[in-house]
């Protein structure tokens, strides 16, 4: 069986969505699809729990890891969000860190007082175009 490609400009529903909205631009699909996510958790030994467009996840000490894409974006500068589930009610993770290349991110967790803290779960998404 040959495949090949199928050509259109719009997503048309078959009737069963009600409301205006029952057609989309496929340039909408293309443009503001995510081009990669990833949810792992980040303490212990750190295992990806699913993801999209990841070739694997590197532990680089408390609160460090690098995400390496499967398919690079065309440069680094694409749209990329962070979030995180805290080890515990306690904890004084503040925020996420990144560093981004067209092949991959560093991400690390920080406290308050800006010391490196490992988290249970972190998700990652970013936007943009692929080479």
Request: a negative charge; one cysteine or more.
């Amino acid at each position: 069986m040959a495949n090949g490609t199928i050509a259109f400009d719009t997503l048309q529903t078959s009737g069963q969505i009600s409301g205006t909205a029952r057609s989309l631009d496929t340039d909408f699909v293309v443009s503001g699809s995510a081009k990669q996510w990833i949810c792992f958790n980040g303490q212990g030994t750190v295992a990806i729990n699913d993801s999209f467009n990841n070739g694997s996840v590197t532990d680089d000490g408390t609160g460090a890891y690098t995400l390496s894409f499967t398919n690079n974006f065309s440069n680094g500068n694409y749209s990329h969000t962070h979030a995180f589930q805290k080890p515990s009610a306690t904890a004084l993770i503040d925020y996420l860190t990144s560093t981004k290349g067209a092949g991959g991110i560093q991400v690390r967790s920080l406290t308050t007082s800006s010391s490196a803290e490992d988290v249970l779960d972190i998700s990652c998404t970013g936007h943009g175009d692929l080479t």
